[in-house]
């Protein structure tokens, strides 16, 4: 225990020369993000323009957060540090044995494992998850945008604007928002039941004795899966354009004389978008729903017969409802990731049509996607991270309702 | 077999050709097009005129502006180096909380649970600022550790397959005199096949189909580029015409060992959406 004292003594002086010689410069800083602008200086030795360096208002937030948190692990190892001091008091007081290194370190390979199973894990989860989401909602407190970025420029803090310019400040913003909120929603609702209902009869189809084959058919859709997101849309994308494949083809038939605006006008693209995440997601459910038919006890069809159910009845009162149980909780998994459908939307229509009377979005454009375009194309930070936070409170709303309702997570403990 | 039987067997086995069909058609499109000696694409014939096997050599031979060989070894190094780190990590956690009782084990579970409900995209400037502060942006380590750095996170299926797994075993065990160390490594893991295999394939399978992680941390950096990024650039405006067909065979290329390892784990894959549910 003195030798684990030591190390705890060590972790702190590297944690305190961190903060001094590292984070506290920009810890300093938190409060206004940076007062000096980097400016150009005309030096007159070399005849050129010369950027002063400034402060970076990036990278002042960036290290305040993970100084923060350097900060609060050394409260934290302090805290053990003076607990086990006492710990070994009282011990040597009352004449107890005092556990050597040794035995501490076989502790952790038993009765403490889970702190070495989970060392390497949760490091790894809040470097790349949990400070990254900190810092994201940070942003959604300034206004780091397109007109400041840094280095050239600072940003700083701007409290709730961001918030009141989607909710009612700014008109395109708050009209883009609820637009694509509303849209969002009708694609959600669409894409989850639309794949459930086709994904459940094709599991139906494929499963009925009379069909053979049954490993065959059920392979064939699944190539189809397995092909990366990437490849199958963009072809499907290209097939869709005016002198795309299916215009051709459309046209060489003779069934239209010119090339329908398949992705450019509004309505179309989005039954467009819908129509092909069916093909795109109709093989996952009828492999779920394979699996939940395979599974359905027989004995409940068998008593079922000797009652004098018909093929009819039996599917209704038995199949039916058990699927439906069964599935409940993934169909929620899958509302929340088709809120969230980035490959789909963004492959085929890149959120096009473009909409004027939107903000930097378009009319099939899913809040995911309105987020990914601000962040890459348009630098707005500060918006998108406001709207991350804002898709989050959704997902997590409609998860918490869901989780109340299904007893599988409430009751984890009792099946085990 | 009577006759409204083979009427109803008939139908069935039509109706699965048709939907068959339809859903293969873009496979076939994709084969097709990657035999296609004519550039572009967008052809006024819906079928090749002259197949050819130049867009497979061409990929591997003019490495000038897209070295393809390079991006698969890549993505191979990317792939291998973070399936058996997030499988490792996924599999230690989801142990942990299947197994093991401590104070804070219901708090990090929930955590975990609001975590995985921010958007992923929100934070990957955050991160690549980050990797740029440790001098890692532009590197294949960071796209590993951006991979597998969440696997914390997946831990519900294969913690789901733990807890069917009988405590009288560990119990056994544990009158033996084998420490939870022992346990986990000697008589878990050896008894979770299916959830090492399906979670390794599906980590495996995450770097080849990615490309906004990669267009984040790779910036322009062709070189470093995974295969999914790298054809994705294939076919942006400026190279779409000149290396369309070139893109069809890459991609044929990339989703043949996918669509093998996918057809393997599908029956996992049911296993894994069900196993949840079915004990509610």
Redesign the interface.
Known sequence: MILLNLIYFLAEVVLACFFFGFGFKYLSHFGTLGENTQLKVWNEELQIYERTTGDNSMLILLFSVFTIAALILFIYILILLIKNVRAIIRLRKEGKHIASFRELLLDLLDKKFHITLLAAPMTTLVLFTVLPIVFMILIAFTNFDSDHQPPGELFTWTGLTNVTDVFLGNATKTHTFFGILGWTFVWAILATFTNYILGMLLAIVINHKLVKFKKMWRTLFIISIAIPQFVSLLLIARALEPAGAINVALMKAGIISAPLPFLSNTLLARICVVIINMWIGIPYTMMTFSGVLMNIPAELYESSEIDGAGVLQSFVSITLPYMIFVTAPATITTFVSNINNFNVIYLLTGGGPFALDYYQAGKTDLLVTWLYKLTVDHHDYALASTIGIFIFMIVSTVSLAVYNHTGSVKREDMFQ | MSRH?KM??IG??T??TV??V???I??F??LI?SFRAEKG????N?LPQRFTFDNYIRLFTDTRLFNFPRWFMNTLFVAVCSCIITTL??L??A??Y?R?R?RS?KG?MNI????G???G???????Y??MK?IGLDQTLLALI??Y??????NYYIAKGFF?TIP?ALDEAARIDGA???VI?WKIILPNSKPIVVNTAINAFIAP??D??FV??IMKDNYNNYTV?KG??TM?DKANIFEY?TSF?AG?VL??IP??C???KI??Y???G??A?????
């Open positions: 039987k109803v067997s069935l086995h109706l699965l939907l068959a339809i859903w293969l873009p496979v499109w994709l097009s694409a967008y052809t006024s819906l990590l996924t230690m956690v142990y942990v299947s093991l401590f084990r990090l975990s649970l609001i975590l409900m921010f958007p995209f929100m934070s990957m400037i955050a991160i600022h980050f502060a550790l951006v597998s750095g969440g696997a914390a996170l807890d405590k420490s939870r160390h986990f080849w189909v490309f906004i267009s984040v999914a054809l994705y076919v369309y069809c991609a990339v989703s996918i669509v390892l996918f057809i599908q029956k894959y049911v296993a959406v069900t949840g549910a079915s004990k509610g």
